[in-house]
């Protein structure tokens, strides 16, 4: 497809009404104040984070070739991260809320990143 036939397709953005006279910086210390005031933001980031680096979705070939369990073993690596989400989804819908949220997250993810 060439780039004028896409043009018609893309919507217009009109300017953001924001802070207008807030400086950059400022405006930085103000969200990471926010995420640093809320723990459930920071814990969710931080997990974001431990994930991404230590167990990405990379390591699938690695395991799959370790356990010579070939394309179909891959595919089922591969797919068990979607599994076991949904597996939480609908565990988490039948319980309670947690308490401490933030720090409950933290503790579970930092015992899955040391494992």
């Known amino acids: 497809m060439r780039l004028g036939q ?3 397709l893309t919507p217009t ?3 953001r009404e924001g802070n207008k006279g807030e400086r950059f910086s400022e405006s930085l210390m103000t969200g990471i104040r ?3 005031s809320h723990e459930v933001i920071l814990a969710a980031l931080a997990l974001d984070m431990l994930l991404c680096f230590r167990r990405g979705g990379g390591g699938a070939p690695m395991f799959a070739e370790i356990l010579r369990v070939g394309p179909t073993g ?3 690596l591969r797919a068990s991260q979607s599994v076991g989400a949904i597996a ?3 565990f ?3 319980r309670p809320p947690f308490r401490n949220t933030g720090r409950t997250l933290l503790t579970a993810v930092s ?3 040391s494992v």
């Open 34 to 36: 926010f995420v640093f």
């Open 74 to 76: 891959l595919g089922l």
């Open 111 to 113: 015992i899955f990143v």
């Open 88 to 90: 939480m989804a609908v």
């Open 92 to 94: 988490q819908t039948r």
């Open 6 to 8: 896409a043009t018609p």
């Open 13 to 15: 953005l009109s300017p």
